[in-house]
């Protein structure tokens, strides 16, 4: 079982509301879908700063909030806020006072992790922490991101950036997609897509992904009874699911929910499920795993039925030749 997460959202006066609220309901949204699973909270969160009560950029008083904390749960997340203007000035007491408690951090990746939502990357930058790195920012402060983060490589035009324990992203909305993928990195991708709907949010790509999970494909509806389905398909594609069982889950017949799957999520149910299938072999594949036990993890009846499913949807590579690729790095060690 994973020790939760302790993420600490540092807030400063006038903290960008929709810059800490969004990817706090999305990770209290995890916990809430691992609840229902009957699985334990993935993440802790506290809200901190210098001072114990600031206003908010839209004017709302935050109060009650922690101390900056001095001794450090493992594993964390410091997540930095930005705030509204042209440019981020930390001169006051708090400000300083947040330079100075920053520059104490030791990170390192699944123990202490930074994440800088928009101009929070500027903070970071001015605490010395993006040295070496390379980070991203929200359009308008890439210019300040520059001059401000000594040794910092800017990076443009990318919804957010990791550096080993350090993520930034592009701002506001940005800070959302972030917070999805490192929840799908820890809990899983289907869990990713499950908070993704219950936030009515179109899910974009990654980092680096050259195309969606295909457990966030197909999901940019606002169907219950087919999210219902997806749901449960994608948290066990390994069972033998048929169409009249995913129908049942929707309370309509066979032929309704093929017609449901084609209007809103523009695929076959059966299409779906082999592309979570799929999925899963690859994973297993690039693992290690030997063909024959790919396909029994993913869900296929046999590793024929594997081969022929990886030919019809065109990859370029064999199911044979991904797992010797894979397995070539470890032997040359």
């Given at each position: 079982?994973?020790t939760p997460?302790?993420?600490?959202?540092?807030?400063?006066p006038?903290?960008?509301?929709?810059?800490?609220a969004?990817?706090a309901?999305?990770?209290?949204?995890?916990?809430?879908?691992l609840?229902q699973?009957?699985?334990?909270?993935?993440?802790?969160?506290?809200?901190?700063?210098?001072?114990?009560?600031?206003?908010?950029?839209?004017?709302l008083?935050?109060?009650g909030?922690?101390?900056?904390p001095?001794?450090?749960?493992?594993?964390?997340?410091?997540?930095?806020?930005g705030?509204?203007?042209?440019?981020?000035?930390?001169?006051?007491?708090?400000?300083?006072a947040?330079?100075?408690?920053?520059q104490g951090?030791?990170?390192?990746?699944?123990?202490?992790?930074?994440?800088?939502?928009c101009?929070?990357?500027?903070v970071?930058?001015?605490?010395?922490?993006?040295?070496?790195?390379?980070?991203?920012t929200?359009?308008a402060h890439?210019?300040?991101?520059?001059?401000?983060?000594?040794g910092?490589?800017?990076?443009?035009?990318r919804?957010?950036?990791?550096?080993?324990p350090?993520?930034t992203?592009?701002?506001?909305?940005?800070?959302?997609d972030?917070?999805?993928?490192?929840?799908?990195?820890r809990?899983?991708?289907?869990?990713?897509?499950?908070?993704?709907?219950?936030?009515?949010?179109?899910?974009?790509?990654?980092p680096d992904?050259?195309?969606?999970?295909p457990?966030?494909?197909?999901?940019?509806?606002?169907?219950?009874?087919?999210?219902?389905?997806?749901?449960?398909?994608?948290?066990?594609?390994?069972r033998p699911?048929?169409?009249?069982?995913?129908?049942?889950?929707a309370a309509t017949?066979?032929?309704?929910?093929?017609?449901?799957?084609?209007?809103?999520?523009?695929?076959a149910?059966?299409?779906?499920?082999?592309?979570?299938r799929?999925?899963?072999?690859?994973?297993?594949?690039?693992?290690?795993?030997?063909?024959?036990?790919?396909?029994e993890?993913?869900?296929?009846?046999?590793?024929v039925q594997?081969?022929?499913?990886?030919?019809a949807?065109?990859?370029?590579?064999?199911?044979?030749?991904?797992?010797?690729a894979?397995?070539e790095?470890?032997?040359?060690?």
């Open positions: 079982m994973q997460v302790q993420v600490f959202f540092v807030l400063l006038h903290s960008l509301a929709l810059d800490w969004g990817p309901e999305a990770l209290r949204m995890a916990n809430q879908c609840e699973q009957g699985r334990p909270p993935a993440f802790k969160l506290h809200f901190t700063g210098p001072v114990a009560e600031v206003p908010t950029s839209v004017g008083r935050v109060t909030l922690e101390p900056l001095q001794a450090w749960p493992m594993p964390s997340w410091v997540v930095l806020i705030q509204p203007g042209d440019e981020v000035r930390l001169d006051d007491a708090p400000g300083r947040l330079v100075h408690w920053l951090l030791r990170l390192q990746a699944d123990r202490q992790e930074l994440v800088a939502i101009a929070g990357a500027v970071a930058g001015l605490a010395g922490l993006l040295a070496g790195r390379h980070a991203t929200h359009h890439l210019e300040e991101l520059r001059r401000k983060a000594s910092c490589e800017v990076v443009s035009n919804l957010f950036v990791q550096d080993g350090v993520w992203s592009a701002g506001v909305t940005t800070g959302i972030l917070m999805l993928h490192r929840i799908s990195v809990c899983g991708p289907a869990l990713a897509a499950e908070v993704a709907q219950n936030l009515a949010l179109a899910l974009r790509r990654g992904d050259p195309e969606l999970s457990f966030l494909l197909h999901r940019n509806h606002l169907h219950p009874g087919l999210h219902r389905v997806q749901d449960a398909v994608s948290r066990e594609p390994q699911w048929t169409v009249p069982a995913m129908a049942s889950l017949s066979p032929r309704h929910l093929t017609r449901l799957f084609e209007q809103h999520a523009g695929v149910p059966s299409h779906y499920l082999r592309g979570l799929l999925a899963l072999a690859e994973a297993a594949l690039a693992a290690g795993h030997p063909v024959a036990r790919a396909a993890l993913a869900g296929f009846s046999s590793d594997l081969r022929r499913s990886w030919q949807t065109g990859r370029a590579a064999t199911p044979r030749a991904l797992r010797t894979a397995r790095p470890r032997a040359n060690r």
